[in-house]
């Protein structure tokens, strides 16, 4: 099978709500936008997606946008803080692959994930899922079921402990690809 990746995305930040004030156009990942805007309240997703974060350098609580406007975003998703930095998520063709386990360091039960997972706990009698390993494609991980709660994006690799990366205390229930929109 052949994957191949495109990498169409812009976003553009604005200062204030209803996208007033100074503005920032971003087509790439940005690790802390601070250095263009002191602060930001709205966004217009013009192609692509993206995942936005609280903190600078990718961190903090992480939030999924696709294409479209966001005129007050704190409150339309629920965030206290501003967007700090943004990551262009490629948008991916051909299979999605991933390996779930229900301890740190690839340990204990398993399973292989070729779609989205509503809820791990149903279809897999898996208490919990604590490392993964993603083989194809990008997903978002979810902290409770149905897609709800905090969430996290992955892209193909090895995560051998959410814990270690910031998500102390956060257990992901389901997970989905993430499909050309």
Request: aromatic share 12%; proline share 2%; hydrophobic share 30%.
């Amino acid at each position: 099978t052949t994957t191949t990746t495109m990498t169409m995305g812009k976003i553009i930040f604005y200062e204030e709500r209803n996208f007033q004030g100074r503005s920032y156009e971003c087509m790439s990942d940005c690790s802390d936008m601070s250095s263009y805007l002191s602060r930001c309240h709205s966004c217009r997703v013009e192609s692509g997606c993206f995942m936005v974060y609280d903190r600078p350098n990718f961190m903090g609580n992480q939030y999924f946008m696709r294409r479209g406007e966001y005129a007050d975003y704190m409150s339309m998703m629920g965030m206290r803080d501003c967007i700090r930095s943004c990551r262009m998520i490629p948008m991916h063709r051909g299979q999605f692959r991933m390996r779930i386990y229900e301890r740190e360091n690839f340990g204990g039960q398993s399973h292989e994930l070729m779609e989205d997972c509503d809820n791990v706990m149903d279809r897999y009698r898996m208490s919990d899922c604590m490392s993964c390993n993603v083989m194809d494609g990008h997903w978002l991980m979810y902290e409770q079921p149905h897609y709800r709660g905090r969430m996290m994006y992955l892209r193909p690799g090895e995560y051998r402990s959410f814990r270690e990366m910031g998500m102390s205390g956060t257990r992901f229930m389901s997970m989905r690809r993430i499909m050309d929109m």
